[in-house]
């Protein structure tokens, strides 16, 4: 079964810096994608951004980066120049690819980021 | 409309009553899960449909729940003879239906069962 864990309940990070969330992953299947999505406190849970795990470049998407270490089964999440509107609840998860690979999301227990100004 | 919606925002119930839950997908998702978000749980994958059928129900708590999809669309959740653990945020997502493709989320329902 595949698992994930976020080891920071939560994180505090000043306006304009750089933040590290982290995620690693278990699972045995040679096929599976990983997201982040945002949760701020209106509950909408948004898409952030995937990793494929035969992608060879760690995936980007705007102040968003993945930093993908596949031997250590990692995939945290670096938010460039932090803004008071990222303070919200992160989530990393996993779902599965191939042909009968489980297609529902498994995800990580969150960590709260708040950016203080 | 261009993302997922979901009906109602918010639900109050009292234990032993059913309840049904709607989510519209974004058009064109052939793929449609729900998920529940509680505090002592996290968030939980309950039924995964592919077009109108089920290929993944692993995630149903209990068969009071159940869900069906028709037209290949709209999806009702229905929570029957209610229980005060069943209070949660009921999230559905869709998706293009290909292996390891983004779910976008609609807004969630919000039950409360008193």
């Known amino acids: 079964a595949q698992k994930i864990t976020q080891t920071q309940p939560g994180m505090f990070v000043q306006e304009k810096e750089a933040v590290t969330l982290d995620c690693t992953y278990d699972?045995?299947?040679?096929?599976?994608?990983l997201f982040w999505y945002k949760q701020p406190s209106s509950g909408e849970m948004i898409f952030l951004i995937y990793?494929?795990?035969?992608?060879?470049q760690n995936a980007t998407e705007g102040r968003y980066s993945l930093n993908f270490q596949k031997a250590r089964k990692s995939a945290n999440l670096v938010i460039s120049a932090s803004q008071l509107g990222d303070s919200a609840m992160y989530f990393c998860?996993?779902?599965?690819?191939?042909?009968?690979?489980?297609?529902?999301?498994?995800f990580g227990s969150g960590t709260r980021l708040q950016v203080q100004p | 409309g261009a993302g997922v919606s979901q009906s109602p925002s918010n639900k109050v119930t009292e234990k032993g009553k059913d309840v049904e839950l709607r989510c519209d997908p974004i058009?064109?998702?052939?793929?449609l899960y729900w998920y529940r978000q509680s505090l002592g749980q996290g968030l939980e994958f309950l039924i995964y449909f592919q077009g109108n059928s089920a290929p993944d129900k692993s995630g149903l708590p209990s068969d009071r729940f159940s869900a069906e999809r028709t037209g290949g669309s709209v999806s009702t959740l229905t929570i029957q003879r209610t229980q005060q653990e069943d209070s949660a945020v009921y999230l559905c997502a869709s998706s293009l239906g290909l292996a390891g493709d983004t779910q976008y989320f609609g807004p969630g329902t919000r039950l409360t069962v008193l």
């Open positions: 699972t045995s299947d040679p096929s599976y994608g």
């Open positions: 998860a996993m779902s599965l690819g191939g042909l009968a690979g489980r297609r529902a999301l498994t």
């Open positions: 990793q494929g795990s035969y992608d060879q």
């Open positions: 058009s064109g998702h052939t793929a």
